[in-house]
Protein backbone atom coordinates (compact mmCIF):
# COMPACT_ATOMS: atom_id res chain seq x y z
CA UNK A 1 0.00 0.00 0.00
CA UNK A 2 1.21 3.59 -1.15
CA UNK A 3 -0.63 5.08 1.79
CA UNK A 4 -1.73 4.47 5.28
CA UNK A 5 -5.76 3.53 4.43
CA UNK A 6 -6.95 4.13 7.50
CA UNK A 7 -6.56 8.13 7.99
CA UNK A 8 -8.66 8.39 4.48
CA UNK A 9 -11.70 6.28 5.82
CA UNK A 10 -15.34 7.90 5.22
CA UNK A 11 -16.00 7.40 9.01
CA UNK A 12 -13.05 6.79 10.81
CA UNK A 13 -10.43 8.61 9.26
CA UNK A 14 -8.58 12.14 10.16
CA UNK A 15 -8.83 13.20 6.97
CA UNK A 16 -11.96 11.17 5.32
CA UNK A 17 -13.74 14.74 4.74
CA UNK A 18 -11.31 16.62 3.24
CA UNK A 19 -10.94 13.91 0.61
CA UNK A 20 -14.33 13.23 0.20
CA UNK A 21 -14.83 16.95 -0.54
CA UNK A 22 -11.77 17.27 -2.70
CA UNK A 23 -12.57 13.66 -4.71
CA UNK A 24 -16.65 13.68 -4.30
CA UNK A 25 -17.98 17.21 -3.40
CA UNK A 26 -21.21 16.93 -4.19
CA UNK A 27 -22.42 14.00 -1.43
CA UNK A 28 -20.84 15.53 1.18
CA UNK A 29 -23.71 17.95 3.63
CA UNK A 30 -23.37 21.65 5.17
CA UNK A 31 -22.80 20.13 8.36
CA UNK A 32 -19.80 17.85 7.67
CA UNK A 33 -18.21 20.74 6.22
CA UNK A 34 -18.73 22.92 9.34
CA UNK A 35 -17.11 19.96 11.11
CA UNK A 36 -13.47 20.80 9.95
CA UNK A 37 -11.43 22.60 11.51
CA UNK A 38 -8.84 23.62 8.93
CA UNK A 39 -6.45 25.25 11.01
CA UNK A 40 -5.92 21.44 12.47
CA UNK A 41 -5.85 19.78 9.47
CA UNK A 42 -3.16 21.88 7.32
CA UNK A 43 -1.21 21.28 10.34
CA UNK A 44 -2.35 17.72 10.49
CA UNK A 45 -1.20 16.77 7.14
CA UNK A 46 2.05 18.51 7.06
CA UNK A 47 2.73 16.30 9.76
CA UNK A 48 1.81 13.20 7.76
CA UNK A 49 3.54 14.33 4.41
CA UNK A 50 6.57 15.38 6.89
CA UNK A 51 6.87 12.36 8.47
CA UNK A 52 6.50 13.90 12.09
CA UNK A 53 3.69 11.16 12.99
CA UNK A 54 4.57 8.44 15.60
CA UNK A 55 3.71 4.68 14.33
CA UNK A 56 0.29 3.41 15.54
CA UNK A 57 1.88 0.43 17.85
CA UNK A 58 5.52 0.02 18.32
CA UNK A 59 7.05 -1.99 16.05
CA UNK A 60 5.29 -0.42 12.98
CA UNK A 61 6.13 1.85 10.52
CA UNK A 62 5.20 5.42 10.52
CA UNK A 63 2.36 6.11 8.38
CA UNK A 64 2.50 8.19 5.31
CA UNK A 65 1.43 9.09 2.15
CA UNK A 66 2.56 8.52 -1.20
CA UNK A 67 4.56 10.65 -3.27
CA UNK A 68 1.40 11.63 -5.57
CA UNK A 69 -1.22 11.85 -2.26
CA UNK A 70 1.23 14.43 -0.81
CA UNK A 71 1.66 16.44 -3.44
CA UNK A 72 -2.23 16.57 -3.88
CA UNK A 73 -2.17 18.02 -0.63
CA UNK A 74 0.12 20.70 -0.02
Known sequence: MFYYPYVLQRH???FATIWLAATRGSRLVK???LKVNVVK???EI?????VRVQP???GLPRPRFSL???A???
Request: hydrophobic letters at 20%; proline letters at 9%.
Open 12 to 14: TGC
Open 31 to 33: REY
Open 41 to 43: TCE
Open 46 to 50: LNYVL
Open 56 to 58: PQP
Open 68 to 70: YLS
Open 72 to 74: QLQ
